[in-house]
């Protein structure tokens, strides 16, 4: 395994404990100095916007034609949905972060679009109710959150499919 992806799969471990993605502690998982670290990835957003996509390239095996049964499997994967929402508070904490989180929604949307059958407002509906059945699946972690967000995603997918 190469550097690289060394640090991006230490991040990902790091975010599935329930640790913070802070660029020492990413480091010393990988086993690499600092210094190598920010040489891949210059700042904490650069490294977690790595690490999303990084998580994302596998998403499409994941979702190739399995519907919602696929997107709600994906929705269970905490750290996605930490990683998701670490970058959502970056950029409250800081506006100079906002273009670029703009720019990553449409490259998600891009990539996950073809593979939903979706584009424009069906699209956006959908991946807004993802993310919110990810974020109370992650807050309750139990068996009723993890139906609810597959019912959730089933009733969004049927509701933009019927238009």
């Not at 970058?87 to 929604?105: C, E, Q, T």
């Not at 309750?140 to 597959?150: L, M, N």
């Amino acid at each position: 395994m190469d550097v690289r992806t060394r640090i991006l799969e230490a991040a990902l471990e790091l975010l599935a404990a329930g640790g913070d993605l802070t660029q020492p502690r990413v480091a010393r998982a990988a086993g690499v100095r600092q210094s190598h670290l920010t040489y891949y990835f210059p700042t904490v957003t650069d490294l977690m916007q790595a690490v999303v996509r990084h998580s994302f390239a596998s998403l499409g095996g994941e979702l190739g034609g399995k519907g919602a049964g696929g997107i709600a499997g994906a929705v269970r994967d905490k750290r996605r949905v930490r990683l998701m929402l670490s970058l959502v508070l970056a950029a409250d904490r800081d506006d100079s972060l906002k273009p670029r989180m703009r720019a990553f929604i449409r490259e998600i949307r891009g990539r996950i679009g073809p593979l939903v059958g979706l584009e424009g407002d069906d699209l956006a509906f959908l991946h807004t109710v993802v993310v919110g059945a990810a974020v109370l699946q992650l807050a309750r972690d139990d068996a009723e959150a993890r139906r609810e967000s597959r019912a959730s995603i089933e009733k969004a997918m049927k509701c933009v499919a019927r238009r």
